[in-house]
């Protein structure tokens, strides 16, 4: 099913990837339960073609989901754990820049580039999807950090 969900994204069938993932979401629970490495992946593919979809609400709380997951995985991530976080947080940071909110987002990146640090990668790795400087039109607050 994951598989399949996989497929389904990359070919832009959305509503049935969403459904695929669904599915192996509530599989992956009964068999291993609320906390385990496949939730937590399932939870991010979940984010990423509801991203896709244009659902960003429900792309957002399938990337927290992950993330709280990953939280409950590991006391002391490992470097793979800190770079996968980071990925998660960097997600999160655009969509937050996507609806505009700033104080979050801004969070959210500035995690994502110490766990990305923290993992012995370039902080550089953080990747902004759209273009920060169009925050100074409807954000002033966030023009300085732009």
């Not at 490495?37 to 979809?53: I, R, W």
């Amino acid at each position: 099913m994951y598989n399949i969900g996989n497929i389904q994204h990359h070919t832009g069938c959305y509503e049935e990837a969403i459904e695929s993932y669904t599915e192996t979401l509530r599989i992956e629970k009964l068999v291993h339960g609320e906390v385990h490495k496949d939730v937590a992946m399932t939870l991010f593919k979940l984010g990423e073609v509801n991203k896709s979809a244009g659902y960003i609400e429900d792309s957002l709380r399938y990337f927290e989901q992950s993330l709280s997951v990953e939280r409950r995985l590991s006391s002391s991530p490992s470097t793979d754990d800190c770079a996968y976080m980071a990925r998660i947080f960097n997600e999160i940071g655009n969509l937050h820049l996507s609806r505009g909110d700033v104080m979050p987002m801004m969070e959210a990146f500035n995690e994502s580039s110490r766990l990305y640090r923290e993992a012995g990668l370039d902080p550089n790795n953080v990747v902004v999807s759209e273009h920060l400087y169009a925050l100074d039109i409807s954000c002033l607050e966030a023009a300085a950090a732009a």
